[in-house]
């Protein structure tokens, strides 16, 4: 299997009450647990099932997911920058395994 890997965009600097676009993508089979082996035995589910972002350690946006989602999913969100601060960004996976990037952003 290809390596898991999360992958943000966030602007590096806004000015306060900014909105910005923040872009996330996480390489991810999504295996829906409906296909079979080459041998017909059933592939186990392996989903992210549950996307969250957080602002400065508060959630302001989450997401659940479910195994009509497609490998690699994207998700395109818009925030309001008060402050400066630091995003959070977590997948969570059905094997319990949970991938987080970080990113910051100044004002300017």
């Known amino acids: 299997?290809?390596?898991i890997r999360p992958r943000v965009?966030?602007?590096?600097?806004?000015?306060?009450g900014d909105v910005v676009e923040?872009?996330?993508l996480i390489n991810h089979p999504?295996?829906?647990?409906?296909?079979?082996?080459?041998?017909?035995n059933p592939i186990p589910r392996q989903i992210?099932?549950?996307?969250?972002?957080?602002?400065?350690?508060?959630?302001?946006?989450?997401?659940?997911l479910y195994?009509?989602?497609?490998?690699?999913p994207y998700i395109s969100f818009f925030a309001k920058v008060d402050e400066a601060g630091e995003f959070t960004f977590?997948?969570?996976d059905d094997d319990g395994s949970v991938y987080e990037e970080?990113?910051?952003?100044?004002?300017?």
């Open 1 to 3: 299997m290809a390596r």
């Open 9 to 16: 965009r966030v602007p590096g600097e806004a000015a306060a």
């Open 22 to 24: 923040i872009k996330t």
């Open 30 to 40: 999504m295996e829906s647990g409906h296909r079979k082996d080459e041998d017909g």
């Open 48 to 64: 992210i099932n549950r996307f969250e972002a957080l602002f400065n350690g508060q959630e302001f946006f989450s997401v659940d």
């Open 67 to 72: 195994p009509s989602v497609s490998s690699n």
């Open 90 to 92: 977590r997948w969570h």
């Open 102 to 108: 970080t990113k910051g952003i100044a004002l300017s």
